[in-house]
C-alpha cells in the first residue's frame, strides 16, 4: 500500500510541475544610460509560444524607441505596447531580432507621445516546445 501510495504521488507532482508555467519576471535594473532599461524575458516549456511584457516606461518625446538584445536564445519578435492596453495590441512596427544590434521601432499613427507609458513585449518569432530566453536593453522614447 505505501509503495502504490508513494507511486500515485510521485506520478501527481510530475504532472503538476510538467503543467505548471513559469514565466520569469523582468528582472529590474537601473536606467542603463540615459533613458535605456534593462530586460529579462524567460518561458519555460509548455508555453513558449507566449510573449512576455516588460515593466512600464513613459517615453519623454525623443519618439526613436528601439531594443538591442545581448543574449536571445531563439529568433525573437519585439513590440511596444501602451501599458494600460492588452498584449496584443500594437504601439509600433514588429521588430525581428537574431542578433545583437540595436533596432529602432516605428510608432504607429496615435503613439509616441510624450508622457505616454510603454511596455516592451517579446516573445519567439516561431512558437517551439523549447525554453525561451532574451535579454537586453531598450527605450520608449
Known amino acids: 500500500m505505501k509503495k502504490k501510495f508513494i507511486c500515485v504521488f510521485l506520478a501527481l507532482a510530475v504532472i503538476m510541475s510538467i503543467a505548471a508555467v513559469s514565466f520569469a ?5 537601473a536606467a542603463t544610460t540615459e533613458s535605456s532599461y534593462s530586460y529579462f524575458f524567460g518561458i519555460d516549456y509548455p508555453m513558449t509560444g507566449s510573449a512576455v511584457a516588460s ?7 525623443g519618439m526613436s524607441p528601439w531594443v538591442k538584445p545581448s543574449i536571445s536564445t531563439v529568433k525573437t519578435v ?9 498584449i496584443n495590441t500594437l504601439a509600433t512596427d514588429l521588430v525581428y531580432k537574431t542578433g545583437t544590434a540595436k533596432s529602432y521601432f516605428t510608432y504607429k ?5 510624450a508622457t505616454q507609458t510603454y ?6 518569432a516561431v512558437a517551439s516546445y523549447e525554453p525561451y530566453t532574451a535579454r537586453g ?3 520608449p522614447d
Open 25 to 29: 519576471a523582468e528582472v529590474e535594473a
Open 109 to 113: 499613427t496615435g503613439f509616441g507621445g
Open 55 to 61: 515593466v512600464a516606461r513613459a517615453a519623454e518625446g
Open 137 to 139: 536593453t531598450w527605450s
Open 78 to 86: 519585439y513590440w511596444l505596447k501602451p501599458s494600460a492596453a492588452s
Open 119 to 124: 511596455q516592451l513585449v517579446g516573445g519567439a
